[in-house]
């Protein structure tokens, strides 16, 4: 066995090739079951209605607040949808073998991919119900401040969807710290969509998915261990 | 401390250095050193909470240890019966799942050879893994292994829910292994009993080794 080569030789796949693997993988689990992520989207429609309701029957009323309770539904349904980073891989055993094949990196990218585009679908939803139901507005600053702030949420939330797994009391953490940190996303993304200058509001967006990316990149690998 | 060296002064696949392992004032693992060859097998016994899944978990780079080194000379994968696949996943797009994430060319056409040789029925290939039995589930972990294939495997108490024939399995799994130069390690109650001739074999009673060959 002398100069024997540990294990099959294979080149290691790149990141956007594993983030591309992965991300396709939990799409098709995603769309394949009515738990998880398609219990969202219920659950978001079913906001929008009844805020149609207590809001009452001004439509200017409705048109302003329209954007405003997208964006909270969109955070609110952020806390379950959380389970899609670690806590589902872990409850069916295939956790232990994503932490052995893919770097802490590249799984923190692969999951905020991941989240990003369960977080758009769930904005996306959102806010077709609030043109139908609630005469809202649909502008192209405030589609911006969606795809800008989504991506500072997403990267929040996967390093909260660690931190679910690795505690115990996680559960009950998340609730608290998704609607503070997304706090940035959930004003700028609001006025980014009502207000004549969106700029300075899509600005604070990009800066608060370069300290949500940053953070979460630094943080993740540690949550990562046991 | 306890050494074992199977494979002499071959570069190590897996070394471990005086890891151990504490939980508050709670010894897990006693001061242990271990280096395993490339294609080395090693069977880790010991009863319930003798330290065997914490050991494999510390070689997998899991669980940090409390004090020692590890070094691996590549990737290493732990692996329970039945893990390393989503409920949701078909068997065979599992096991390409994993193919792919390992780098594998034809992630596809080896899940289907890796299956195959595991012995999981063709008709069970296209099944979800969630409907599959404790027994056809642990075989799709056995592909798993192989079609990935890295430097160290950890295999948790393999020939857990099997029959004569899924040990079979198991044993030619874990020769398959060894044979491509990957180290592999066999957690379980009786793993030397069930698994014959190994390089090395360690007994675990209360975290420390009690009996090594």
Not at chain 1, 201 to 226: H, R
């Amino acid at each position: 066995m002398s100069g024997r080569r540990a294990g099959l030789q294979v080149r290691r796949p790149g990141t956007l090739r594993t983030v591309a693997v992965l991300v396709r993988r939990d799409a098709r689990i995603a769309l394949g079951g009515v738990d998880g992520f398609a219990s969202v989207l219920p659950f978001v429609a079913a906001g929008v209605v009844l805020a149609g309701l207590v809001l009452g029957p001004d439509p200017a009323a409705l048109r302003t607040t329209a954007p405003g309770l997208v964006w909270l539904l969109v955070l609110t349904a952020a806390v379950p949808l959380a389970r899609l980073v670690a806590a589902a891989e872990r409850d069916e055993d295939s956790w232990d073998m994503l932490r052995g094949l893919v770097p802490p990196g590249v799984l923190l990218l692969a999951k905020a991919v991941v989240l990003w585009g369960a977080l758009a679908v769930t904005w996306s939803t959102g806010t077709l119900l609030a043109v139908l139901l609630l005469d809202g507005a649909v502008t192209v600053a405030g589609c911006a401040a969606a795809v800008l702030g989504l991506v500072g949420v997403a990267a929040s939330l996967t390093v909260f969807g660690a931190l679910l797994a690795a505690s115990a009391r996680g559960a009950g953490l998340l609730a608290a710290l998704v609607l503070p940190a997304g706090l940035p996303a959930l004003l700028a993304g609001t006025q980014a969509g009502v207000a004549d200058e969106p700029w300075p509001w899509l600005a604070l967006l990009v800066a608060y998915d370069l300290v949500a990316g940053a953070t979460s990149w630094a943080v993740f690998p540690f949550l990562l261990e046991e | 401390m306890t050494e074992s060296s199977p494979g002499g002064a071959e570069p190590p696949a897996l070394s471990l250095h005086e890891v151990a392992c504490r939980y508050g004032s709670r010894t897990v693992l006693a001061p242990l050193t271990l280096r395993l060859a490339p294609g080395a097998v090693c069977a880790v016994g010991g009863a319930n909470g003798a330290g065997k899944t914490t050991l494999l978990r510390i070689a997998a780079g899991l669980v940090e240890p409390t004090s020692g080194s590890r070094s691996v000379s590549g990737r290493a994968l732990y692996l329970r019966p039945g893990a390393g696949m989503r409920r949701r996943q078909r068997a065979v797009e599992a096991v390409a799942f994993a193919g792919a994430l390992a780098g594998r060319p034809e992630p596809a056409v080896s899940a289907a050879a890796a299956l195959a040789s595991c012995g999981l029925p063709e008709e069970l290939w296209r099944q979800e893994t969630g409907r599959l039995s404790a027994g056809q589930q642990t075989r799709v972990t056995l592909a798993v292994a192989r079609v990935v294939s890295p430097a160290v495997v950890c295999l948790d108490e393999p020939m857990e829910h099997l029959d004569a024939e899924g040990r079979a399995a198991v044993r030619a799994t874990v020769a398959a292994l060894a044979g491509r130069g990957t180290a592999v390690l066999v957690a379980g109650p009786e793993a030397a009993h069930h698994l014959g001739p190994a390089d090395a074999r360690l007994e675990l009673a209360a975290g420390a080794v009690t009996v090594l060959g």
